[in-house]
């Protein structure tokens, strides 16, 4: 891995690695990571996708990791969207660094909600796209979020957004009963890194003005989602023990989401497996899955 600081949508320095895994690749996958965390810590799936013949490249999002050091968890007006066309900046970045035809983007969490948004806007840049301990938020619990957010974001945008984390993150806490951030993993040791990294634990709770750019960001999704077409290759993954996912139903909402606009998304549903699929117990059952989908998709081209 390595990586360098590359000039992004609106001339924003971004920190951007890259796994050149192999000289011939296949095709090239963008991998997009969540909210507190950041790229590296994918960095064994990243080698683990170039044993299989694809290269890798992968951002610190716009608000963490080393792209924005001094103000991590921060967000700022145009975030959410600046960092949808950072990802579509990192498909032309693969194509002229690495020559191939082919890209893929693989988004966790917080970035399988900015995936979506991009698959709407840029599909027809890529091959398909895998979601990756995914959601759907929408209706009335996504509109009085998106209230509260923007009123107290005109207040103080950088506040912490407490309400937001208590709702979420705590309350999956809670339901497992497994101490701080256990709902993310089953792996007690992954959780442990997790929490001692301050990149991650580290950065605290979000500031209103995140979650205010993200709900919006979802509303933009649920309004445009039928701009995804519907021979687009998508996978949805997600452990059934996921808070965010609704322990599955809101997987399931995303699912017929996309099938109304005449998608027929590959699902897998990982039987206890907690938020970070691809750190869980059994990732290397998901690593494989996510082979078998890139390789099907490639099989499907002809190439």
């Known amino acids: 891995m390595t990586t360098e600081f590359v000039e992004m949508t609106g001339g924003k320095k971004v920190a951007v690695s890259f796994w050149d895994n192999t000289d011939t690749p296949r095709a090239a996958v963008v991998v997009v ?20 013949g694809y290269n890798v490249i992968g951002m610190d999002n716009r608000g963490f990791g080393d792209t924005d050091a001094d103000a991590r968890g921060k967000g700022y007006a145009g975030m959410f969207d600046g960092t949808v066309d950072d990802i579509k ?48 938020q929408s209706g009335f619990m996504l509109a009085l979020g998106k209230k509260i957010a923007r009123r107290k974001a005109k207040k103080d945008p950088d506040q912490p957004g407490k309400f937001f984390a208590k709702m979420t993150f705590e309350s999956y806490d809670k339901k497992i009963k497994d101490g701080p951030n256990g709902w993310l993993n089953r792996d007690k040791a992954e959780v442990i890194k997790y929490n001692a990294d301050e990149k991650c634990a580290g950065v605290g709770v979000c500031s209103v003005m995140f979650y205010k750019e993200m709900f919006e960001g979802l509303a933009a999704i649920n309004k445009e989602r039928g701009k995804t077409p519907s021979d687009f290759k998508l996978m949805i993954a997600s452990g059934t023990a996921d808070g965010v996912g609704g322990y599955g139903k809101l997987i399931k909402k995303l699912v017929k989401a996309y099938v109304k606009h005449g998608l027929n998304p590959v699902v897998k549903m990982y039987e206890g497996g907690r938020h970070e699929i691809l750190n869980e117990v059994n990732k290397g059952v998901v690593y494989e899955d996510f082979v078998y989908f890139l390789d099907k998709c490639e099989k499907e081209s002809g190439k």
């Open 89 to 136: 900046l990192e498909v032309d970045m693969a194509r002229a660094r690495w020559g191939v035809e082919r890209v893929y983007v693989i988004g966790h969490s917080y970035g399988s909600i900015l995936t979506q948004r991009f698959i709407e806007k840029y599909h027809d840049s890529v091959s398909g796209a895998i979601l990756c301990g995914t959601t759907m």
């Open 33 to 52: 990571h969540g909210m507190c965390e950041y790229i590296a810590r994918y960095n064994d799936f990243c080698e683990f996708l170039g044993h299989n």
